[in-house]
């Protein structure tokens, strides 16, 4: 808020603020002189990058001037920002008027030399405010720096002297530090004394006034209040800076020393205010410059005491003190650790030194690659030696041996370490958290398979400690890693080898395949260049080391391993490492390894071998050549120079502007031309890349000088490749895609790397070019005799695979299975056991052995499909309402109901109480594996790393095609498995018992854990333990899993027949097969122009890069590249060198820290040569970001980086007030635990809310890019992201970003924790990479304190970020339609307050339309939105328009009353006639079952009784009333099953839960148990009976029966003699458990009355062990013996509290017998489950033959089909078929009315329609849900039939009927009443009906015989003709269409076709065939198929069927 009130002193200062970065100080002079006289305008500017600070102080010369400003010109917009003015808290000093207020020269005239309107300046430090003049505005803008392309301000006409700045500059004197004191705000004095022209430190310097302590005293108070303010820090730093550098502490000290004499009150006060200024200036010393200013303030210190001590103790003093001398307390100790650090690093450096000057112990070359036993069982360090970066090297061989050994314990100390410390904590801990290396325990080696490359090996780990990895996305088990396996804890047995094969659907199991590698005496020789072939070659040759010492056993598949593992890739170090062992000689090593800076040409360019060498430079010139045309035609001096031969090594050069490069890069391009080792550096965005694809336009246009061959070299090579190497794919797809742009047709490129997934440079790769060759045959002899042998050597192989490992895929498969029990060879006893198991829960002839092992291993289905919230419905409405009171969901409710089975209000909320917290982990672990499972697959981290290092050769590939497609596996899975995953996921239905009892999808995903789980793990039971085993029922279910795993493992040795000679022999054949292949690469790339490869392709193909004999090298991204795999990858051919990269970006990344730390490892060689002056170039102008990203990164990473013009003017970001910002925040960040990675979600929510907003500004997804330090925040955003924003932006790893670039980078760095930890956030090289990737805008989130305190870069980072007012903790969004309206954001939710991208308020625009826009402010046009408003157009009718604006007008839509023509009135619309409408109205309808109901007008008539909804309310034999209505009812002739519930008791005891009427088994938990096991059925079955031996004994008797069997003893009904605890006796009888109560410990329970004879003395009594209580023996006996009334079959129960009594053995007599009684009953009702299997099969069969009855019941039979495959109970099975049995008579009755209409076309269709309806109705009533059916059902249903097969009947009849002229009145009279009772009569079909309808049919056939039949004869006349034919059998009478009956004599087949003679119809047929529309007639004798047909199977073929075909041609 602006005060326009006038300050209390005069002032005529304004300060403006939210200036435009681009404002000049001449704009702001044209603004307001408007208003009136301006006396100076200040635009405040960073002294280093010369970037204006956003604000300005404009002096007016009249303070009326100054409020008319701040009235009328706030919020006015300059450069699209409203301009904020507030009164200056400084009073503006007296100029002249005219002239800027510092400079005191006049505001328009031009810059004194050196003076840079808009750029940085030469120096200095953060905060320095210059105020330059303006500029003329004809001058166009520039930054002021020198370098092509730029404006220099010393270009212009008029010649300006330089001037001595220095000189200028006066001393600061008393009156302007007074003035700065009393008038200036804290931060303003910081600004003023920050400014180097303040003249502050010629003061300090003593070139001014002399310090004296008045001076001294001001400086004092001036610093003093300085203090106060924070800021800005870079301004603040420059003046602390003085103060150390001139030592005026000192000064201060003497100062103060003399305070001593101050003994007054007044004097004592003024020293205590000179004592706080001093202990201020103190403290910030110590916070900003600790190490600089620690001596003199402690100096200060001793004086303050001493002086506060002198002035009698001053309390304010002292606290400040205090505080003071515990931060230099701090720092002293903090310098003592950095001193002590110093110290040791010295000393570690001196030792380094010592080090490098030692000679080692032994020769490199003698030290094999592979780690031996004793590499990584020593303790104490090899001998290895830094890499020198500060001087050459003493030879090739110092040189080689440092790079080898410090490559070799690269890979092998991380392994040495983690197998020490495992050796150590031991190799059981397998929680321990191992810091090297990853350990994986119980490993074992499964089975051999092989492939082209030799043969592999099967491995199975265990993943119990592994439960949080994400195995998708893990870095675990990369392809190339190397494993570690050992049997005895690294002892004496390791192992080696490498993960070939890698899929995470395998990880998630434990299995992986791996390639054992073994280290030959010479493997790794090379061949020498002298030489072409040779068997060193061949050893070479062979990929993966696949390749044992024949002396060396293979690995011992029965031993359990520990497998470690290490991050290296291994392959790059092995080959490499062999290269160095290799090398004898090194190309170039003048340079390389003696570090000499005398630059030479290279040799194929020096003038003593080739003269004069001119290249043709118009490859890069033509571009300028074309420029020239154009300037020619306007007259334009031609700049270019025509000529294209340029003298390389001359010194007459083109220049940058002809070469189309500026000046840095053109130095780039000669120096890589022209120095045979050249070094290139380019800074971000400076076109390095673009430099090098110049190099080679020019090397491939003049490739006739490189590839000659040098004459003073004997049999040169003719044809030598230019060789790139790259670090990444990333980089080398780039880099040829480039080169493809340029590239002639001819020129050959070849690529060696990666699968390419770029377009453009897969054509170049050579798997695709060797796959075309193939293809096409192209070669040379020699190469297609290569191919051959290459063909003949996989026959062999192939031959010999089945010596590996016979039966792979069943091997295979049988890691995701569980094996069938028929497979696995298991002890008899064990199958014995699962035998009669299986047989107690299935019928004889049933049994099934693997779904027991199923059970057995706890995979068996135990719950039903149940939706719990549709059981609330069974609830009492007021039940249901108080449990929902007591916020219980419908959910809880309905499963409580469901498992209880009682509607009472107590017991539910109890249960639900007692079970929701089990309930909700269990949905909550349901939730977190469904996303895991719905998780979308994507590219993650671990497949960039693994596409890196795998080449197209590294693919996994068979010798021979695969036995076995997918489906076909999963066939063989079934096959050989009782379960699989696929199981599980698509099967609904487990078999158990012959019923079907169905998974939920929770169950279902909970096997399937189960399942991975188990299969993942990998213990097994020794021989011992197996033996041990005597039932393997009792065994726990982990220990059942390992029994089961050690059948599967026995059964996977019997195919394990590979021997030790035969897996030689394998690899010898794929040795010789990798060679042959190596050969036909050979032809490839000698043949080729350039030839490209990564770094890992070219340590693979050393051997073939070697002999391509390439002269010339490049290598980009050569920083990152360590050195000594540069070194290995140039041929010894190499004469030219080019390196291009940037060491101060991504640097080498080392395995061990301590070697890149310590011994200089990450110095990449080009880094290392540039420490040594080898001459080089940096390119200085970058092209990429805008200056305010660019000074993020200068001067402090690149000090003379300068902006091309071109990034001067990128456009200004939307929506966000500035480019850059950093959001500071405290949100700790999140620990991951695998990958030890972090995710911050804080910063995940905040970054997608930010993009989101970025896009609604109308920003493609493309041009955003998420950057993140970690890869566990990777994850997060992708889990977090929505859909929308994935489908675009991308989001990237930092390190996997580099040299790329986007217009918005939002970078997320994580880190913020209490432990001040930042990780690598504080390397520089990645801060660079990170700061240095958007053009137009960054946003970093993170918590910058934390960062600031922890990293110097950081903290100067910081402090530009402070004074370009750039970091905080919201980021300020600024609209772009109201530019004044600023939205801070702190937070995600903070984007809620723009939740259009705009600002909060409406958006208010006129649209075309002429409406405002409703919507809030947005940033996108209106040209896409769509105007909601109503349109309120005048139509014709009068009324307006209520469409939406958008949307065309159409007819009238106003709803007005109308009179419709049925008479009622109806609102319609008002375009709508009346006639058309349907009238609304409701009228009382009269249906012809007699009922009324309420329908719409325009439906009157049209009703029939199906729509009937009268309640049914009929009493069914239940007594229950029918809660069904007319139409469901089927008229009230059938009728719903009953809804009541049943409630009776079971045999069970339980009360049943079903309908009505229909008591199936019982579904509860079974409750029989016994003192051995508990019934594991389901309560409706007939129990198991226990097959243990009876426990039940005494000393005196003992029963030899089984537990369910009857007892051979009587009841002892002796004393026991057993003691009690309490030490009385026992008061039980012998051989029963004793009771637990005594007779004198617990007198008065054990004497209270309940049988009566309780108290007396010496009774004995006997304890019920379900529910103990006791009882006397006598009377509990005699309790037991009675019988139930009625001899009621129940279970006795206890007579106090009715509990069942299950376990007394004294009774066990009764029990059994009664539970042999209920197993009867329960066998009853359950059925006979083989009988039901019977039953089904049956069913299924009667399925497939009747494929006609689908064609009018598809739905219905489908449903039956279902319920059958769901294996119900017999019971059920029952209701089942009944349902398909009255399906088939509607089907019958549908067929007899098909044939009725087709057969006479006189059939009255209303009756049909009626059978129709009825059809229907029961249709439905059919397929209700039953359980059983009642007598009622069955009864009304047959009566129902046959009251439809009369209706059939009487339609017949009745047509006839109508077609006699003169009926006679009886017969109307009783067709009549047959219409009557059969079609309108609305009750069942009864006894009475059907009498009547019987007579009625009798009389009309007696009174009218022709109405009988079609013919109009009797029956009697129907015989008499049929034996005057005198047919031999049925079937000769036949129908033509119409219906005419006519004869066929001889074999009744039709052999002609004739006319029928009543209706001229072709009748008969041909060839045996009857006519397709004739049909066989039933009329005369009752034949359904033709005499001639009776025994063909064609003759089954329905008529309609067999008419069909005809019409499709079959016939």
């Not at 009150?265 to 205010?273: I, N, Q």
């Not at 880094?1167 to 000074?1191: C, S």
């Not at 059925?1577 to 005494?1594: A, F, L, S």
């Not at 009355?1649 to 304890?1663: K, L, N, T």
Request: net charge neutral.
């Amino acid at each position: 808020m602006n005060n326009t009130t006038l300050p209390s002193y005069q002032i005529a200062s304004l300060h403006v603020s939210n200036l435009h970065y681009d404002v000049t100080e001449a704009m702001l002079y044209d603004k307001f002189s408007q208003v009136g006289p301006v006396l100076s305008i200040h635009v405040c500017r960073d002294m280093n990058t010369g970037r204006s600070l956003c604000y300005a102080y404009v002096n007016f010369k009249q303070s009326a001037d100054a409020k008319r400003a701040l009235d009328t010109m706030n919020l006015v917009p300059i450069k699209g920002r409203p301009i904020r003015i507030t009164w200056s808290k400084r009073e503006p000093h007296v100029r002249k008027p005219g002239f800027v207020h510092a400079e005191g020269r006049d505001p328009r005239a031009p810059a004194p030399r050196g003076r840079v309107p808009r750029g940085r300046g030469r120096g200095g430090t953060r905060g320095n405010l210059r105020r330059p003049a303006y500029r003329a505005p004809c001058v166009s803008r520039g930054r002021g720096r020198q370098g092509n392309g730029h404006d220099n301000f010393n270009n212009r006409n008029e010649e300006v002297q330089p001037h001595n700045r220095v000189d200028q500059i006066r001393p600061m004197g008393y009156k302007r530090l007074e003035d700065l004191e009393q008038n200036e705000s804290p931060q303003d004095i910081i600004i003023t004394l920050g400014n180097h022209r303040s003249g502050l430190e010629l003061l300090l310097k003593g070139d001014g006034e002399k310090l004296d302590d008045g001076m001294v005293q001001m400086l004092l108070k001036v610093f003093g209040k300085m203090l106060e303010a924070d800021g800005p820090a870079q301004s603040l730093s420059h003046i602390l800076r003085l103060i150390t550098k001139y030592d005026f502490g000192t000064r201060i000290t003497k100062f103060l020393y003399g305070l001593l004499i101050e003994q007054s009150d007044t004097g004592r006060e003024k020293a205590s205010v000179h004592l706080k200024n001093a202990l201020k200036v103190a403290k910030a010393l110590l916070a900003v410059m600790p190490s600089e200013s620690e001596k003199t303030v402690s100096m200060m210190m001793c004086i303050l005491k001493t002086v506060n001590n002198g002035l009698g103790g001053i309390l304010a003093v002292q606290a400040m003190y205090d505080d003071v001398n515990e931060i230099l307390a701090g720092v002293g100790e903090e310098l003592k650790k950095k001193r002590q650090k110093r110290k040791q690093r010295k000393a570690r450096l001196d030792a380094m030194d010592e080090i490098s000057q030692l000679e080692p112990p032994d020769d490199f070359r003698q030290i094999p690659v592979f780690p031996q036993l004793q590499d990584i069982q020593v303790d104490s360090q090899p001998f290895i030696r830094p890499n020198l970066i500060s001087g050459a090297y003493r030879g090739i061989d110092h040189y080689l041996d440092v790079q080898y050994r410090l490559l070799r314990e690269d890979f092998i100390r991380p392994l040495r370490d983690g197998i020490n410390e495992i050796r150590e904590f031991g190799d059981s801990d397998a929680k321990h958290r191992f810091d090297n290396v990853k350990v994986y325990h119980d490993v074992r080696v499964l089975f051999p398979k092989a492939d082209d490359k030799g043969v592999l090996h099967r491995i199975q780990f265990s993943t119990e400690n592994f439960g949080n990895i994400r195995w998708q996305n893990t870095k675990r088990l990369l392809f190339g890693n190397l494993l570690c396996f050992s049997s005895d804890n690294f002892e004496r047995e390791v192992l080696f080898a490498v993960v070939a094969d890698r899929k995470p659907e395998d990880l998630e199991m434990g299995n992986l395949t791996v390639s054992f590698v073994y280290d030959n005496a010479g493997e790794e020789n090379l061949v020498s260049d002298d030489e072409s072939d040779g068997d060193a070659e061949a050893a070479e040759a062979i990929p993966r080391g696949r390749r044992p010492a024949a002396a060396r056993s293979l690995i011992d598949m029965r031993k359990v391993y520990t497998m470690v593992e290490t991050d290296a890739y291994f392959e790059a170090y092995r080959h490499v490492l062999a290269g160095l062992r290799d090398t004898v000689s090194l190309p170039l090593e003048r340079y390389i390894v003696s570090c000499e800076t005398d630059m030479h040409a290279p040799a194929y360019l020096r003038p003593r071998t080739r003269g004069r060498v001119e290249y043709d430079f118009s490859s890069i010139t033509g571009q300028s050549n074309t420029l020239n045309k154009l300037f020619n035609k306007i007259h334009v001096i031609n700049v270019f120079s025509s000529e294209t031969k340029v003298d390389v090594l001359g010194h007459q050069w083109p220049s940058s502007d002809e070469l189309g490069l500026n000046q840095s890069q053109a130095e780039g391009l000669k120096l890589a031309l022209t120095h045979e080792l050249a070094i290139l550096q380019g800074p971000p965005g400076t076109g390095k890349t673009h430099v090098g694809l110049e190099i080679m336009k020019i090397l491939l246009k003049n490739r006739a000088i490189w590839s000659q061959p040098r004459a003073d070299v004997p049999n040169a090579p003719s044809s030598c490749p230019i060789l790139v190497v790259c670090y990444t794919n990333h980089a080398l797809d780039q880099f040829l895609e480039g080169i493809a742009k340029f590239s002639s047709k001819e020129s050959v490129i070849v690529r060696v790397g990666g699968r390419c997934k770029n377009e453009v440079t897969k054509q170049f790769s050579l798997y695709e070019i060797r796959q075309e060759r193939r293809k096409n045959q192209y070669g040379a002899h020699g190469t297609r005799a290569t191919r051959q042998a290459i063909r003949d050597l996989k026959d062999e192989m192939r031959s010999r695979q089945d010596d590996i490992s016979v039966n792979v895929n069943e091997l295979e498969a049988s890691l995701h299975i569980i094996q069938k029990l028929a497979n696995l060879n298991i002890p008899i006893q064990f199958r014995r056991q699962f035998h009669d198991a299986s047989a107690c829960t299935h019928a004889p002839g049933n049994i099934d052995l693997d779904h027991e092992l199923l059970s057995w291993l706890g995979l068996k289905a135990k719950t039903r499909e149940v939706v719990y919230h549709e059981e609330i419905g069974n609830l009492q409405p007021y039940t249901l309402m108080l449990l929902r009171s007591f916020q219980h969901t419908d959910e809880e409710i309905g499963r409580a109901f469901y498992e209880k089975g009682e509607d009472n209000l107590h017991i539910l909320h109890a249960h639900i109480l007692a079970h929701k917290e089990e309930w909700m982990k269990y949905n909550n672990e349901t939730r977190v594996e469904e996303l895991v499972e719905e998780e979308e697959d994507m590219k993650e981290e671990a497949d960039m790393v693994q596409q890196q290092r795998m080449l197209d050769s590294d693919e996994f590939r068979r010798i021979a095609p695969a036995k076995n497609t997918e489906d076909e596996m999963k066939q063989l899975m079934e096959k050989m498995g009782a379960m699989t995953f696929d199981d599980i996921h698509h099967k609904d239905v487990l078999q158990e018992n012959g019923d079907g009892w169905q998974q939920t999808s929770k169950d279902k995903k909970k096997s399937k854990r189960m399942l991975r789980k188990q299969l993942s793990k990998t213990s097994i039971m020794t021989d011992e333990e197996e033996h041990s085993v005597y039932n393997i029922y009792e065994l726990p279910i982990e220990e059942r899993w390992r029994l089961y795993r050690t059948w599967v493992n026995r059964w996977r040795e019997q195919f394990l027949v590979a021997s030790d000679s035969q897996i030689i022999e394998y690899n010898r054949l794929a040795a010789q097969l990798a060679q042959l292949r190596r050969l036909e690469d050979a032809e490839i790339l000698q043949g080729a122009d350039v030839v490209a490869v990564t770094t890992t392709g070219a340590a693979k193909y050393r051997d073939l890069i070697y002999k391509l004999k390439s002269k010339i090298v490049v290598v980009e991204e050569a920083a990152e590249v360590l050195e000594a795999h540069i070194v290995t990858a140039m041929p010894k051919s190499t004469e030219h060198l080019i390196l291009i990269g940037d060491h101060q970006q991504l640097k080498p990344s080392p395995t061990v820290y301590a070697l890149a730390k310590q011994f200089n490892m990450d110095t990449s060689l080009f880094e290392r040569l540039m420490k040594v002056h080898i001459p080089h170039v940096t390119l200085n102008i970058q092209h990429r970001m805008r200056p305010e990203i660019a000074d993020l990164i200068r001067p402090r990473i690149y000090k003379d980086l300068q902006d091309h013009e071109s990034v001067l003017y990128r456009d200004e970001i939307t929506g966000v007030a500035k480019p850059v910002f950093f959001i500071s925040h405290d949100v700790h960040e999140d620990n991951l635990r695998d990958g030890r990675t972090k995710q911050n979600l804080h910063e995940v929510d905040f970054l997608i809310a930010l993009c989101d907003y970025l896009l609604k500004q109308g920003y493609e997804p493309e041009q955003i890019t998420i950057l993140v330090m970690y890869t566990g925040q990777l994850f997060a955003f992708r889990n977090a992201m929505p859909q929308k924003l994935r489908r675009g932006v991308r989001v990237t790893a930092v390190d996997n970003f580099q040299g790329e670039e986007n217009d918005i980078i939002l970078l997320s760095l994580v880190r913020s924790n209490d432990k001040a930890s930042i990780g690598f956030l504080a390397t520089e090289n990645r801060i660079c990479v990170a700061l240095s990737r958007a053009r137009l805008a960054l946003y970093c989130i993170g918590n910058m304190d934390l960062l600031s305190t922890k990293s110097s870069m950081w903290h100067q980072i910081l402090g530009h970020l402070e004074n370009a007012d750039s970091v905080g903790e919201s980021l300020t969004l600024q609209c772009k339609n109201h530019p004044d309206r600023l939205t801070p954001v702190k937070t995600a939710l903070d984007f809620k307050n723009v939740p259009e991208g705009g600002c909060g308020q409406q958006c208010q625009m006129r649209l075309e339309c002429g409406h405002v826009c409703r919507r809030l402010c947005h940033p996108d046009d209106h040209s896409k939105n769509k105007c909601t408003k109503p349109c309120e157009k005048l139509l014709e009718c009068g009324h307006r328009c209520s469409r939406p604006c958008y949307a065309a007008c159409t007819a009238c839509v106003k709803m007005v009353t109308k009179l419709l023509r049925c008479g009622h009135e109806q609102k319609v619309r008002c375009s709508e006639s009346p006639v058309d409408v349907s009238c609304q109205a409701k009228v009382e309808e009269h249906l012809p079952c007699g009922h009324s109901i309420k329908v719409e007008c325009a439906k009157s008539g049209k009703v029939d009784q199906t729509n009937c909804t009268e309640k049914c309310n009929s009493l069914l034999e239940c007594d229950h009333a029918c809660r069904g209505n007319c139409a469901k009812c089927c008229l009230g002739r059938l009728h719903m099953p009953c809804a009541q519930r049943c409630s009776r008791t079971l045999i069970c005891g339980h009360e049943c839960t079903s309908k009505c009427a229909s008591c199936p088994p019982c579904e509860g938990e079974c409750q029989t148990q016994c003192v051995h096991s508990k019934c594991d059925n389901k309560c409706g079955q007939p129990c198991t009976p226990c097959k243990e031996k009876c426990i039940w004994k005494c000393k005196h008797k003992k029963c030899k029966m089984l537990c369910s069997e009857p007892c051979n003893r009587e009841p002892c009904n002796e004393p026991c003699e057993q003691i009690l605890k309490c030490g009385h006796l026992c008061i039980g009888l012998c051989g029963e458990p004793c009771p637990n109560l005594c007779r004198i410990c617990d007198e008065e329970k054990v004497t209270e009355i309940f049988f009566g004879d309780e108290d007396e003395p010496g009774a004995r009594f006997v304890q019920l062990m379900d529910c103990k209580h006791i009882f006397t023996y006598e009377n509990l006996d005699q309790w037991m013996n009675q019988k139930e009334d009625g001899n009621a079959i129940k279970m006795k129960e206890c007579p106090r509290c009715k509990t069942t009594v299950w376990k007394s053995t004294r009774y066990g007599n009764i029990i059994n017998k009664l539970l042999d009684s209920v197993n009867k009953v329960k066998e009853k009702q359950w059925g006979d489950a083989m009988l039901a299997n019977e039953s089904r099969g049956q069913l299924r069969d009667e399925f497939r033959k009747d494929q006609i009855m689908k064609k009018y019941h598809a739905l219905e039979l489908k449903g039956i089909l279902e319920k059958l495959e769901a294996r119900p109970s017999p019971g059920k099975l029952v209701a089942i078929e009944k349902a398909f049995r009255r399906l088939q008579s509607l089907y019958n009755l549908e067929q007899a009315r098909d044939k009725l209409k087709a057969g006479d076309e006189t059939i009255p269709r209303k009756y049909l329609s009626a059978f129709d309806n009825d059809i229907k109705m029961m249709t439905k009533w059919v397929m209700l849900e039953r359980s059983q059916t009642s007598e009622q059902e069955d009864e009304n249903f047959q009566n129902e039939i046959s009251r439809l097969k009369h209706v059939l009947e009487y339609i017949k009849l009745f047509a006839r009927w109508t077609q006699q002229s003169d009926p006679d009145l009886e017969v109307t009279g009783h067709i009549q009443i047959l219409r009557q009772k059969l079609l309108e009569t609305f009750r069942p079909y009864n006894a009475a009906i059907k009498a009547t309808v019987a007579k009625s049919f009798k009389r009309i056939y007696e009174k009218a015989p022709g109405l009988m039949s079609t013919l109009g004869i009797s029956e009697a006349e129907k015989k008499m003709i049929c034996n005057a034919m005198g047919f031999a059998a049925k079937g000769h009478w036949f129908e033509c269409p119409k219906g005419h009956v006519y004869a066929i004599g001889d074999c009744g087949g039709a052999t002609t076709t004739a006319k029928c003679p009543e209706c001229g119809s072709r009748i008969g047929g041909e060839r045996h065939q009857l006519d397709p529309y004739n049909r066989v007639s039933e009329v005369m004798d009752g034949a359904r198929r033709s005499a001639y047909d009776e025994d063909m199977d064609r003759n089954h073929i329905p008529q309609e069927m067999l008419r069909d075909l005809h019409q499709e041609g079959f016939f």
